[in-house]
């Protein structure tokens, strides 16, 4: 079977899994409802896989794929955590009971839900083989003289390599041919290029040991050769071009136990002497950074950056990204966009490194997850539809589909993830997303949105089920054995009028949460469910968030909470910055509620605040320690408690960064 039929049959499994414990929820009156009860997973059944002694157990059902842990934990694993050794008992079980162990969150390492792991080339398929010939320093950073005469030395050989070893007959990553980025004489381990087209059935190997640089020279990015656009602020930020630019190609790879370096922290150069465009510091003391733009751009002129992404795949097919190391990228750092089949396993992703932590931005901030605006790690979304692509034959919907992304390990300094489905309804589907066995660090969590509009004009779609007759833009996303370390915010789902649309069925299990103390832009929230994300002008895109499930979820420290539906009459959308725009104030009032289940959800600590308002929450029987309760705009229902059911056990969730070179 290939990478794509595999993952399309996982999809479509936990598709009409998640059909099976959704629940459906209708609104009668705002502050009314006729609500069911969602059938519970029983905790016998994960126990029963978690705690499976010779890894041949697992689920009868497609719910296997909310958590098996069917081989030991790895020594890298073995870290405890400091304040959650035992599980929690929730305040509406009596506390003589003896509860069972939960699910051990963070240890997983093989799950037979999934298809195979991918792997590395095989010598027959090597194409090009390509030896470094310049040398990092030990910081991992590159000296300045590397390119000091040239901005991007290795370009031309690496493309060349790419082209000759164009291969549009692979039939998936076994029949790729593969392009090596290698170690070359006397300790050289770098190579450093601009932007770079990966043709189809082309997998880009880099050694471990090796590390690709970005050249931060933004005349390398810009998308006309001669007319500035990158690396620069103005209102929008399509400017540039990515460092690996895949676009409408089938089976790309990139893979490898080496480096991707998008240099974000250091100061920028050109290729063109007196370059106008080249920002400078505002003290003179230098050019500006990637970072630097960042900052400058979103905090203090309220405009976009024209920064490069390190990894841009539009509108293609089974793409992969394998065991490579993804840091410092001046924006995004992966975009699969409009692309129908996606892996990213083993991936780790970490920005900013040690080595730019020790250095400042330009208004002498400390270069932090806190100052590397927008650099996103992986954020699948949906695009415009394709018709014509030579080369990839069948028209492309736009669609974002049939994606799995397992074993990743992602700190950054935006959204650790963030699945996306398009800004107008012209825009594809995003469906069947799986998130599986990965541990999230610094960033803004595991988000949904904001753009969630794309309906593809309402084209008829089998994967994609109406709910009550409306089309989502982004549903059966299966996230489950997830790690949410130090994030701002936990599990996001955020959008607002201006870009929205349903979505739906989406589940979340065996999760684990720690929160930081505090974040610069608020309280950090381990749950946030908000329709409300950016003040906008009124498009008629109105948020619909149907069928969102959480079973098994544990948040171990003190933070803030919100659930709220979508009301046009909502006193949100009286404050600064929202306008009705054209489209003026709906009447009646636009009610969508939150519809959302909660089963065995968790927090050791009261919040620190608990929003919730046009909501409709079913309590499953696993219970929660959060404190919903009835009244105004908020209905509750709540099955009869199930005392064997313990919370998840995060006691072994909670590890550093893999690696020591970071």
Known sequence: MNKHSALSTLARSGAAWLSAVSFTLALSACGGSDATTPSAQTSDAVNNVANSDDGSSAASSPSAASGTSAAPADSASGASSPSTDTPATPPDQPASAVTPTGFQVGTTTYDPALPPEPALPLAAQLCATLPASLTAQSNGLLPDSADAADTAPDTARIQAALDS???????????????????????????????LNLPSGVTLWIDSGVTLFASRDPRQYDKVKGTA????????????LALINASKIAYGAVVGDGVID??????????????????????????????????????????????????????????????????NAPKFHVVPSGVEGFTAWGVKIYTPTAAYEAMKNYLGMAYSPDTAKNTDGIDPGSSGPITSNAGNPGKLTGDASNMLIAYTHIRTGDDNMAIKGGTGTVNGRTYNITVAHSHFYSGHGMSIGSETAGTDNGAPNPDVTPVDGILPSVSNVNVYDLVIDGADNGLRIKSDWSRSGLVSNIRYSNVCIRTPDSSPDGKPQALIFSPYYSPTKNNGLYPNFRNIALDGVRIVNASSYTFQGFNTASPVLQGSGWSAGTTGWPNPAVVNPLTISLDNVVADVAPLSFTVADALVSIGEGGTSLPFTNGGNVSVTRAALNQSIAPVDCSMAFVPFPGSAR
């Open 165 to 195: 070893c164009k291969n549009p007959s692979s039939t998936g990553l076994a029949t790729n041919k593969a392009v090596r980025l290698v170690p070359g004489p006397n300790g050289a381990n770098a190579f450093i290029a601009g932007a």
């Open 229 to 240: 656009s990158c690396g620069i602020i103005t209102a929008s930020d399509n400017g540039c």
């Open 262 to 327: 998008g240099r974000g922290g250091s100061p920028l150069i050109s290729s063109v002497p007196n370059d106008p465009n080249l920002m400078k510091r505002p003290d003179g003391s230098g050019t500006m950074s990637w970072w630097d733009i960042g900052w400058m751009a979103n905090k203090v002129l309220n405009q976009a950056q024209n920064n490069p992404r390190l990894i841009q795949i539009s509108n293609g097919r089974n793409f992969t990204l394998y065991r490579v190391t993804l840091q």
